[in-house]
């Protein structure tokens, strides 16, 4: 998935928009707010996150898929719900040349449920299991771990309603953050069915409350008594926090068999290891979620420590326009997840720098970065015939571990003098040698 971060562009095309240094020599562009380049070596850790994060799920037989990062907008409206935050003032909305509305992309599912829905992947064999990435667009206020446009990583498997298949999504989930050396909490809710008995049975119950309450919520929480009771779980308003403290909890009046799911749930995650916390008041920012919900939750953030999250969405595919295709998943925040990461995100690729003093060494040094490079060992050496202090800076910088330094005593004793960028180490090897030594 290619992402298009908003840059300096006007500096990459001096020719073509000359006409604006000379209008203004102080004027500069700069990328929109809520939005930033991706620039080395955080690069090279975000790119490491979506390698790793796709292997991941490819293990599991979650397969790729892409789906446009911009689509009709009813697909969110119909989707996500009319009366979520994120349709009514989160979206990107524009009219095209047709007189069409398109919004960008606030989020995966509902794309990827439109594209199963269009190619008719629900005909065939079921479950479909699926996984993508790529950046999404919210107009809301910028802050840390919160921006306009942002990196998910996505997987959903549909057409299943076993317990089971919420058991392996959340566990897919928990085993990419072990792997990608992150600690988090997984926090777990059932939310219940859309039907009288479950969900709608608790909006009633939760509605007396809130109105019993409402001249102690927030003004923009009032409003969602009558539309959506259960988004005031969400609210970040101290007030409308304090009063929910008291709220009926719907894991008091989800129905029989919702309970009875959400009972599976837990004791197949606890079969494999998976600890989790059970949050009654977790319910999620969209509408379509049903039954399971989760957040992975990492340290060190503030409030938006929830560096992913996800949950079924059974009624997702028929508000579509579709049959009865049920249906669970995730999305986890690249931003989020690599802020938490902190120093301990993934470097460079890059496993030895050569220094090469001299022409001779340099074809040396050229012919060995090949060879270690089909070896599948990162290399890489100067490319503008610097001096040794230059050379070594370079070094640095690259994020290599180790310095190959090759000059005439070396070249002559056919070795290199490989020096440890971390400790400061060095010792003199056999040039035939050093692959090895690498790979150790």
Same mark, same amino acid.
């Given at each position: ?216 919520? +927030? ?97 997702? +595919? ?41 022409? +001779? ?51 002559? +004793? ?27």
């Amino acid at each position: 998935m290619v992402e298009v971060w908003f840059g300096d562009w006007s500096r990459s095309l001096p020719g073509a928009l000359g006409w604006v240094a000379m209008a203004d020599k102080e004027r500069s562009f700069r990328a929109p707010r809520g939005t930033f380049d991706v620039l080395p070596p955080q690069s090279w850790a975000r790119a490491a996150i979506a390698r790793l994060a796709m292997d991941t799920f490819a293990l599991s037989g979650y397969a790729p898929i892409e789906t446009p990062i911009f689509e009709h907008t009813e697909v969110f409206e119909r989707g996500v719900g009319p009366g979520s935050d994120v349709v009514t003032k989160q979206m990107y909305t524009f009219i095209d040349r047709a007189g069409r509305s398109l919004t960008l992309r606030p989020e995966l599912t509902a794309g990827v449920v439109r594209a199963v829905l269009e190619h008719g992947l629900d005909r065939g064999p079921l479950p479909i299991k699926l996984a993508c990435i790529g950046p999404q667009f919210r107009q809301e206020r910028p802050q840390k771990g919160r921006y306009r446009q942002f990196t998910q990583i996505d997987i959903e498997a549909l057409g299943s309603e076993e317990p089971m298949v919420d058991a392996e999504v959340v566990e897919v989930g928990m085993r990419f953050f072990r792997k990608a050396g992150l600690s988090v909490r997984l926090m777990i809710n059932s939310v219940g069915h859309f039907d009288e008995s479950c969900r709608l049975g608790y909006n009633k119950v939760l509605g007396e409350f809130l109105r019993a309450n409402e001249s102690a919520l +927030a003004p923009d929480d009032r409003a969602r008594i009558e539309t959506n009771p259960l988004r005031t779980f969400d609210s970040k308003e101290q007030r409308t926090v304090a009063v929910m403290q008291g709220a009926p909890l719907i894991s008091d009046h989800i129905c029989d068999d919702c309970r009875t799911h959400f009972s599976a749930v837990l004791d197949l995650l606890k079969s494999v290891d998976v600890s989790f916390e059970l949050e009654p008041r977790l319910v999620r920012g969209l509408d379509y979620y049903t039954r399971t919900t989760f957040e992975f939750i990492a340290g060190g953030l503030g409030s938006q420590n929830a560096v992913g999250g996800g949950g079924r969405y059974d009624g997702l +595919a028929e508000s579509l326009g579709g049959g009865p295709l049920t249906g669970i998943g995730f999305a986890l925040g690249v931003d989020r997840i690599l802020l938490a990461l902190g120093e301990k995100a993934a470097a460079s690729p890059v496993t030895v720098y050569f220094v090469a003093l001299g022409e +001779a060494a340099r074809l040396e040094a050229f012919k060995r970065v090949a060879s270690l490079r089909e070896a599948g060992i990162g290399a890489d050496l100067d490319l503008g015939a610097r001096g040794m202090k230059g050379q070594m800076k370079d070094a640095d910088r690259s994020g290599a571990r180790w310095a190959a330094i090759l000059g005439e005593s070396e070249m002559a +004793a056919g070795e290199v003098m490989l020096k440890d960028l971390v400790a400061g180490e060095q010792e003199r090897i056999r040039m035939d040698d050093l692959a090895g030594r690498l790979a150790r």
